[in-house]
DNA sequence: CTGGGGATGGGGCCC
DNA sequence: AGGGCCCCATCCCCA
């Protein structure tokens, strides 16, 4: 399943001793990767964002994965990557995507010679052994020393990586979601488990070259005679080569089982079964998809030519497909678009806010380039109010509330600078006047700081006890205080008398059985929405909130179901789907006996007797 | 055209 | 972190 179009890629390359060429077209593997680098550049069937410095592209997993193990540790949990600028820029990037998807180092943009030792840097860091060997020939040839560039981080002179998870907290905060898997932990510290699973695939799928590619994957420093610091036959231990490498892969050991052989994915988890579903090549014959869901999702029938043009409308509708039920798709579709009509807004406001906000900042290309027409960028100009607050409180988002849609508005707007609960970056843009250099700021004491890891420095000598007690404060002058709502915790109301709820909070009435349920209830009182969107900028009090929020963005549905093959980003809702099928109406109106399929919609029916028109 | 119902999407919140 | 449920909003179909 892994093996994607660079598999076969190589496989043609290399040649099949039991296949005459009359048998084999030469160009196959060339008209593929050109078919995929223009879907790349029209943003269909893309299902992976990597955001890089201010920069987002879009791109497929297949081919990430298939380039790089780096790639494939990362693609196999997120569908948004975030990759260390320290390691790599945007505009590096753009080379490298456009090296892996055309496997040509194109002139960059810029008048001078591409910088092949940045580009090396990039190339050790993100595991595209490849692309590093021609880097390292140009310097070689150019009588340019690599040897720094390629030991990675150490060779920057930065600090391990664990020495630097201190920042981790800030950099959720910034791109929650992102998690440590992203960012805090080198996916290659999934290795040893990768290399028990995934890669055996790929190892026993290809052929000799295949085989040998991958391992150069596994050891991106190596299978250069002479130039890495592993000898050609590095595939023996790709360890050594991974610390070479820089990429520190023995700090912070991962929640992880130790290297038994298996799939890195959780078979109980059914959105990462469906991811894994997303990384599969279109059109291979794996049954885990064969059912009509995610063929729905693979664009149409494998039979009918992809058509491109109509793709680049609106990529989400090609998703939806034909999958049996045309009347839904095309609902679907429209309801897509009209979606999509709202992105724009929010993304072009990130575009005018300073480079830390916009993802799009410096970049233009960086979607208009890159996914002209993509989800990111697809509609019109903006539609909706600008110069906010950028931190919307819940009554504003509440009392603002004559829609869903609207108050995704205002929340992207407000939402283009991350912010943490007790932290928070603030992005340029939202005032006229430059913050100067201290763009991050914590909330609490409203300390401004350069960079995030200072931020998140001052941030671990607030103790959580004094956080929670300046928040509490706040809400002391903001409102009734406290103190009359504690008189109530001595009564408790009878519909909880039942279960004890010795948890009250402090702003409201309700009460909790264990702390944990109330600090994440508190959170909904706080002022500022702790989990920002990456994409649009919305804030959320959840971060769950926000990774399913992220997920119609991606246009991931992960529940499908199998009697039509429509799609859900949520299990209950296709719980809820299915009995459109089983016929069962489990809701009945005491009423007028009425029975409902859903919850909400008998809930809806009874405003209709309740209500006076 | 209108209202009711079916179905779906998204956010909030609790567990 | 993820599941489950609630709410609101919306679209579509149909009588």
């Known amino acids: 399943m892994v093996s994607g179009p660079l598999a076969l890629r190589w496989c043609a390359w290399g040649g099949r001793g039991d296949m005459g060429p009359d048998m084999e077209l030469p160009s196959h593997s060339k008209q593929l990767l050109l078919q995929l680098n223009q879907q790349r550049t029209k943003g269909f069937l893309c299902d992976v964002i990597i955001m890089v410095e201010?920069?987002?592209?879009?791109?497929?997993?297949?081919?990430?994965?298939?380039?790089?193990?780096?790639?494939?540790?990362?693609?196999?949990?997120?569908?948004?990557i975030n990759l260390d600028t320290d390691m790599v820029s945007s505009t590096v990037f753009q080379q490298i995507l456009d090296f892996i998807y055309t496997g040509k180092l194109l002139p960059s943009d810029q008048p001078a010679e591409p910088n092949f030792s940045t580009l090396l840097t990039a190339a050790s860091y993100l595991q595209l052994p490849e692309l590093a060997a021609l880097c390292r020939r140009r310097l070689k040839r150019a009588g340019k020393p690599f040897g720094s560039a390629r030991v990675g981080a150490a060779g920057m002179g930065r600090p391990p990586?664990?020495?630097?998870?201190?920042?981790?907290?800030?950099?959720?905060?910034?791109?929650?979601?992102?998690?440590?898997?992203?960012?805090?932990?080198?996916?290659?510290?999934?290795?040893?488990?990768?290399k028990g699973s995934d890669d055996e695939l790929f190892l026993g799928s290809s052929n000799q070259e295949g085989a040998h590619t991958l391992g150069r994957a596994l050891c991106p420093a190596g299978g250069e005679a002479g130039l890495g610091g592993c000898s050609s036959s590095t595939?023996?231990?790709?360890?050594?080569?991974?610390?070479?490498?820089?990429?520190?892969l023995s700090k912070k050991s991962p929640p992880l089982p130790p290297a038994t052989p298996g799939p890195h994915l959780t078979p109980d988890d059914p959105a990462q079964l469906s991811d894994s579903q997303h990384s599969s090549?279109?059109?291979?014959?794996?049954?885990?998809?064969?059912?009509?869901?995610?063929?729905?999702?693979?664009?149409?029938?494998?039979?009918?030519?992809?058509?491109?043009?109509?793709?680049?409308?609106n990529p989400l509708s090609q998703l939806e497909g034909p999958g049996g039920q045309p009347r839904k798709s095309l609902r679907h579709s429209s309801r897509k678009k009209e979606w999509s009509k709202k992105e724009p807004c929010a993304l072009s406001e990130r575009k005018e806010t300073g480079p830390k906000g916009a993802c799009l900042g410096e970049e233009g290309e960086g979607l208009g380039g890159r996914v002209p027409n993509g989800v990111l960028a697809s509609g019109g100009g903006p539609s909706g109010p600008y110069g906010e607050p950028p931190y919307p409180c819940k009554e504003e988002e509440e009392n603002g509330k004559d829609g869903s849609e609207d108050s995704g508005q205002s929340g992207s707007e407000g939402g283009s600078g991350p912010a943490g609960a007790h932290y928070l970056y603030r992005p340029e843009g939202y005032e006229t006047v430059s913050y100067g250099d201290n763009l991050y700021v914590c909330i609490p004491c409203a300390k401004g700081f350069p960079s995030s890891e200072q931020l998140n420095a001052h941030v671990e000598t607030h103790t959580e006890e004094e956080l929670f007690i300046k928040e509490e404060g706040a809400y002391e002058t903001g409102s009734g205080g406290a103190e009359e709502e504690a008189e109530d915790l001595s009564a408790p109301s009878a519909a909880y008398a039942a279960e004890p709820r010795p948890f009250k909070c402090s702003v409201c009435e309700k009460t909790y059985k264990d702390p944990a349920t109330l600090r994440q209830h508190e959170k909904t009182h706080w002022l500022t929405r702790p989990f920002p969107c990456n994409i649009c900028g919305k804030m959320f009090t959840q971060r769950?909130?926000?990774?399913?929020?992220?997920?119609?963005?991606?246009?991931?549905?992960p529940f499908a179901c199998d009697e039509c093959g429509m799609r859900f980003t949520r299990q209950y809702r296709l719980t809820e789907h299915m009995r459109v099928h089983s016929g069962e109406k489990p809701y009945e109106c005491q009423l007028c006996g009425g029975k409902f399929t859903q919850q909400r919609n008998l809930i809806s029916h009874l405003r209709m007797h309740t209500s006076p028109s």
């Open 54 to 80: 201010n920069s987002i592209f879009r791109a497929h997993k297949n081919v990430l994965a298939a380039s790089s193990i780096y790639f494939k540790s990362l693609v196999l949990h997120d569908n948004l």
């Open 235 to 248: 595939n023996e231990s790709s360890g050594g080569c991974e610390q070479e490498l820089g990429l520190d």
């Open 544 to 557: 769950g909130t926000m990774t399913r929020h992220m997920r119609s963005h991606l246009g991931l549905k």
């Open 281 to 313: 090549p279109p059109g291979a014959p794996a049954p885990a998809i064969a059912n009509s869901a995610s063929y729905a999702e693979l664009g149409g029938a494998p039979e009918e030519p992809m058509d491109l043009e109509g793709a680049e409308d």
């Open 161 to 194: 990586r664990s020495q630097r998870l201190s920042t981790t907290s800030v950099i959720q905060a910034r791109y929650p979601g992102l998690g440590d898997r992203r960012k805090g932990a080198h996916p290659s510290q999934e290795l040893p488990q990768a």
